[in-house]
């Protein structure tokens, strides 16, 4: 079985090295880009999981989804955001994002997101 790929999206680099070492212990393979830019050249690998977060220094991660649709198609998308206004986490019902992560956030709790995942 191939592994699963898992794009982590955060302009926080301890928060992607903690989830990136969290994941390759279960096997997945994992790449962090920390800005948007940075990940739009990244997403023509057609990750399986996207954790992305909502507030990056070049722009918002939901606006970023809208953009991408075609990108996002495939994958499993975690919007993770420091905002916990009930405005973002009603967007997560908008196309493109599969589940919504409050910062802060337990490594147990994205696992829990993903776990679903490992099983296609």
Known sequence: MMKKSVLVI??????CE?????????GFEVHCAFNLAEAGHK????????ILDNDL????GIEFIQMH???FTQSFVIL???DPGTALQMKDTVEGISAFL????????????IEPMQLI
């Open 10 to 15: 955060d302009d926080e680099k301890d928060l």
């Open 18 to 26: 903690v989830i990136s070492r969290a994941l390759k212990r279960d």
């Open 43 to 50: 997403l023509s690998t057609r990750p399986d999981i996207i």
């Open 57 to 60: 220094p070049d722009g918002l």
């Open 69 to 71: 649709l075609i990108e």
């Open 80 to 82: 993770i955001s420091a």
């Open 102 to 113: 409050p910062k802060p956030f337990s490594i147990d709790r994205m696992k829990e997101l």
